[in-house]
Structure formats: structure tokens, C-alpha cells
């Protein structure tokens, strides 16, 4: 099993991030919480700052657990871990993401999300 974080980063203005992972990464085309691999000993929190300042140049604020979510993509297992965040300051720059946008929560549903991820998509759009 591969334990994986993803923050659902907040704006000023209450807006949330999304971002579409880019061609030849795994679920290319399709949109998501960043975030990442949680590396051994680190804290969800922990990897969450450090994921986002690498794949994006941005700080955030991981401030409470969302939900876990355990998806299957074919054989590989995957718990993530999602985590409010408030957006701290940068100016964002991608790495494995070709596109972001700052959205509100209703309309999540025009976004195609990866399959891990639409778990949190129906939770914050319960929230609205």
C-alpha cells in the first residue's frame, strides 16, 4: 500500500486549488487535490508543505484532516489522506501538473477528477 497526502488548499476568498496532472504521469489528463507520496517518518502535514513547495513553489498551511480514502488503480493500493490547507504565499509554478484553477466548491463537478480523489470532490460539494 502507498500512503499518499493531498491538500484541499484554501484562498483568501474561499476558493479551492485543483491542478491536471500532465502528460505520462499516471491518471494524465485528470484532475486532483495535490499533493504527494508521504515519505517514511514524515507527518501528513509535513509532507503536504514539502510536496507543494517542490511540484508547485507554493506555502501552505495544512490545518485539519478531511477523510482518507482507499482506492485500488488495478493492482496498486493507495490511502490518501486529505487535509484542509490554507494558501500561504507563492507564486505557483508546475511541475507535474499542466494546468490549475482556483474554483469554488460548486463547481468541482465540471472537473474530471481522478478516482481517489472524487470521494473529497462529493464531501466538499455536501459542505456547499
Given at each position: 500500500m502507498i500512503e499518499v497526502a493531498a491538500a484541499i488548499i484554501?484562498?483568501?476568498?474561499?476558493?479551492l486549488l485543483i491542478a491536471r496532472r500532465k502528460k505520462g504521469k499516471s491518471q494524465e489528463g485528470m484532475w486532483e487535490f495535490p499533493g504527494g507520496k508521504i515519505e517514511q517518518g514524515e507527518t501528513i502535514e509535513?509532507?503536504?508543505?514539502?510536496?507543494?513547495?517542490?511540484?508547485?513553489?507554493?506555502?501552505?498551511?495544512?490545518?485539519?484532516?478531511?477523510?482518507?480514502?482507499d482506492h485500488f488503480?488495478?493492482?496498486?493500493?493507495?490511502?490518501?489522506?486529505a487535509h484542509m490547507a490554507k494558501f500561504i504565499?507563492?507564486?505557483i509554478s508546475l511541475v507535474d501538473h499542466d494546468e490549475?484553477?482556483?474554483?469554488?466548491?460548486?463547481?468541482?463537478?465540471?472537473?474530471?477528477f481522478a478516482?481517489?480523489?472524487?470521494?473529497?470532490?462529493?464531501?466538499?460539494?455536501?459542505?456547499?
Open positions: 484554501q484562498n483568501a476568498q474561499g476558493q509535513a509532507c503536504l508543505q514539502r510536496e507543494l513547495r517542490e511540484e508547485m513553489n507554493i506555502s501552505i498551511a495544512p490545518y485539519e484532516p478531511f477523510g482518507v480514502n488503480y488495478g493492482s496498486t493500493h493507495i490511502r490518501l489522506f504565499c507563492g507564486e490549475y484553477r482556483w474554483v469554488e466548491r460548486g463547481q468541482l463537478q465540471e472537473y474530471l478516482p481517489a480523489d472524487i470521494k473529497f470532490v462529493e464531501m466538499l460539494q455536501k459542505e456547499v
